[in-house]
Each structure stands twice: as C-alpha cells, then as structure tokens.
C-alpha cells in the first residue's frame, strides 16, 4: 500500500467528520454535523452590512446584525499550528436583501489544500425568510460539489450529473441570528441555554440544537454547544464579534487583523507527515487466523502530549464482542446525504443487481464487499471525486472504496459507515509486516457492527483492523511517526 493513498483515506475520512460534528453554522454556533465540516463557520460570524432603507423599520434581528456589520479574518489552527484560514464578509444587495458569504481554505497534508464557500441570503424585511442558501466544496484539483437551496428544492451537482429533491426545511434570520439576538436583548444567566436552528448542508436539512452559556466577564462572553461545551465553545467580545472559535480539542480560530495574518499557513509545511506506518512488535503472522487482538500505544517522542494521558492505552478487536448497534447510529448510517447519495436511482439499481436473489443482511453485506471490490480499479489519488463520481470512473483509493460501499449499502437497506483506523499488511513491500491508515466499513446485521474491506475484499474484515478513538484519532494521526504498537495478545 502506497504511502499517500494510506495518509488520504485517513486525513480524508478521519479529519472531515472530526471538524463536521461540532461545526459552526449559527452566528457563534458549532454544529453537531460536517460533512463539510468547517465549512458552515460563517454561521459563527453574523456579519451584515449596515445599508437600510430610510422606510423601512429595522427588526430586531437586523437591529442585531448591523451590529454585527464587517468583514472578518481567522487563523485555523491545528494544535497552535496554523493550517487554513477563514474569511467572513456579509452585504446588502441593491434590493436590501441580506448576504452571508463564508470561506474556508486548509491543507493538513502534501499539496492537497480544501476549499469550502457558503452563501446565504436572507429577504430584507421581517421575519427575514431565507431566499436561498449554496455550498462549494473541492478537494485538491478534483471536481467540485456544489449545494443549492431555493424554493423548496434542493439541487446538488457534482460533475456533469445534477440531482434534486424537495426541502422541507424553513429557516428566517431569526434563527440564524438566535443566539446573538438572547445574548444582546435578554442578558442570560451563565448555564442557561437557548435553541438554535441552521442548516446542514450534507443532510439537506434545517436541524436545531442547544447552546449554552458559559461565561461572562468584562470583555465578553462565551457559549458552546450544549452537548459539547467542555471542548466547543465560541468567545466573543462586548459586541459579539467572534474572537475566538473551539472545535473540539484540537482546532481552533483565531481572530487576526488581515488577510496577509491568515494567510501565513500557505508559506508552513503540512502539518501531517507522509510517514503513516506504524511498528509493531512481534509481528502478526496469521491474521486472518486471529479472534482476540490487543495492542498498546507507545509515544517515543522527547515531548509527550498531554492527551496521551487521556486516551486509551491500547486498541482492541475481539470476535467474540463485536461493537453494539446503537439505534442512534443505525438511523444516521442509514441516511441518504450529499456525502453518501443513497437516494440517486443510478446508485440504486446498480446496488439492487450486486445483491440480487440475496434476502440475507448478512449475505448481502458479503456480496456487496465482493461487488465493490470488482467493481472499481485501485488508484491512488489526492483529489477524489465524491461517490457518484467514483461510480461513473469506476476507479478510487481505499476512501472511495469504502465510501462507494457505505452509500450502496444504504442504497439497499443496510445500515453502514465508512471507518478510518489502522490495519496490518503482513507482505513485501511498502506497509509490509507494520499497521498502516486505511479506510474499511461496518454494516448493522443482527444489533451488532460487522466489519467488512472492500478494497481488501475481506466480506469479514479480520482482528487487525484497528478503529482509532474518535476523539483521538487526528491527534493519532500527526503523531503516527512518533508511535509504536506492541501486542499484548493474540488469540487465534
């Protein structure tokens, strides 16, 4: 296995659901999901351009994003280290219709960079419905996936193939600007909470969440994700400017004085290092034989990070007690998203023949794991496609394996999700005998997650393929060269 491919399917997979589940898409608001991950921290800023009509009475929330009004500029920080940067600038049209324009640019690894645009407007008079809402989103040199909201519909084109379905979602500036709007018109107590609504652009959705206030002080306040306040959390100033932005325990933004500040991370190397193979000792001679796999992780290091201490000392995988089928997780493994397009007919019928005949959960999850392997030709790349693409090219890395797999299996009832860890190659050549990133599935059959490698053809993934812990899992992987997996046991 290729280097590169193997620091694609992880950064790819592992970073963007890291960033999508406490992205921001309020104004000062982390969301619970990303497939676009960073990408909705417009929301964070509600910045509106001051021009209103002489007639027209100014509402309580545009009284708020006047406020509001201006263009803004962060750093994105990975561990202090700078790896993007974020722009925010929000106008009025000629007609006084509100805009809100957002984007993000970061590169963690190699020359790959991620470029996400959101635009959202707003009608001009109360209660300020949205008009419509797009999202752009390109990795590299590959193609772009661009979101449209308007009228009800929701139309996504990646490529040369256009998809739309209905969207029921509303959503008024009220929403959007909810918690500016408690925070400056009701002065809330420290602990109490409000409900926010935004939109999810992977979901095609409007979803709401809470928030909480965490702070108050001289210079400001600060207010977090109920759910996640101890690691997500938005510190603004007297007038509700964004200074600072947690996302979870390793990203942040930091608010600069111009473009040339954010900009410096185009001038740093990657923050990730191509060298993603893992030692391990001894070495796993049967794994296919194996029913019990425990290993420890070891940091050889001069400095140690702190979140060492926190994580799990060892990765396990046991036949015996396969990780349980949470209904919360079966429900959103089952989705059709702008991610996994579950729902496109094309999709559909070709995942209907891969297991036709078949009534087994098991059996089809099997056939399907055969299929894709067949399916598509390995290629490494940097710049994939999304899903559909992948289909029409029939070619894609460890990533678009897993990712092809995920939606077909959605596609056909089976609950799926594409999982980024480590697994073990025991073979010549680059990889061979030592634990490398790489990108796998688990279906729900029968309460339970069965684990499945499509890009291995593996219909049962064997013991040596290691989740990391989602909450470690970036941090494992800027750390990979500095770590050393000894096994603890081996059951066969």
Request: aromatic share 6%; glycine share 6%.
């Amino acid at each position: 296995m290729r280097e590169s491919t193997t620091l694609s399917c992880a950064i790819r997979r592992a970073l963007m659901p890291q960033i999508a589940r406490n992205r921001p898409d309020g104004p000062g608001l982390p969301s619970r999901r990303v497939v676009y991950g960073l990408a909705c921290l417009g929301g964070l800023v509600a910045l509106v351009l001051a021009v209103l009509l002489l007639a027209e009475r100014t509402s309580p929330a545009g009284a708020v994003a006047d406020r509001l009004a201006g263009e803004r500029w962060y750093a994105v920080m990975f561990r202090h280290r700078p790896v993007g940067h974020y722009r925010a600038e929000t106008h009025r049209t000629p007609t006084g219709d509100f805009v809100f324009r957002t984007e993000l640019q970061f590169k963690l690894a190699g020359d790959v960079a991620t470029r996400m645009e959101d635009t959202l407007v707003f009608h001009r008079q109360p209660p300020h419905p949205l008009l419509r809402a797009e999202h752009t989103a390109s990795v590299g040199e590959s193609r772009e996936t661009r979101v449209r909201i308007a009228d009800g519909f929701a139309t996504v084109s990646e490529a040369t193939h256009q998809r739309q379905t209905d969207f029921d979602g509303d959503l008024a500036m009220d929403d959007y600007l909810a918690i500016e709007r408690w925070l400056a018109e009701d002065e809330p107590p420290v602990g109490a909470t409000r409900l926010a609504r935004a939109v999810d652009f992977d979901r095609l959705a409007v979803v709401t969440d809470s928030w909480r206030l965490l702070a108050r002080d001289a210079d400001g306040v600060e207010v977090g994700k109920d759910a996640l306040a101890d690691s997500t959390f938005v510190r603004m100033d007297n007038d509700l400017i964004p200074q600072r932005m947690q996302i979870g325990a390793l990203f942040s933004l930091e608010a600069v004085a111009d473009e040339s500040l954010a900009r410096l991370w185009e001038q740093r190397p990657a923050v990730f290092s191509r060298a993603q193979s893992v030692a391990v000792h001894p070495p796993i001679r049967q794994p296919h034989a194996l029913r019990r796999l425990v290993v420890d992780i070891t940091h050889t290091g001069d400095e140690v990070p702190p979140w060492i201490e926190a994580m799990p000392s060892v990765l396990t995988s046991d036949s015996g007690a396969p990780p349980i089928a949470d209904p919360d997780d079966v429900m959103h493994a089952s989705a059709a998203t702008v991610s996994h397009p579950a729902d496109d007919p094309d999709l559909i019928a070709l995942a209907e023949r891969a297991v036709a005949g078949l009534a087994d959960d098991a059996d089809r999850a099997a056939a399907l794991a055969g299929f894709v392997h067949g399916h598509l030709r390995y290629r490494d790349t940097d710049n994939a496609g999304g899903v559909l693409d992948t289909m029409r090219r029939r070619v894609g890395d460890c990533t678009e394996f897993a990712d092809f797999y995920t939606t077909l299996a959605r596609a056909v009832g089976l609950p799926a999700r594409t999982v980024i860890g480590l697994a073990y190659r025991n073979e010549p050549g680059e990889g061979g005998g030592a634990f490398a990133l790489h990108a796998w599935n688990e279906v729900a059959v029968g309460g339970v997650w069965r684990g499945v490698d499509p890009t291995w053809d593996q219909d049962s993934a064997d013991l040596t393929h290691l989740a990391l812990p989602e909450a470690f899992a970036l941090a494992l992987i800027a750390e990979l060269p500095k770590l050393r997996l000894r096994v603890v046991e081996a059951v066969y």
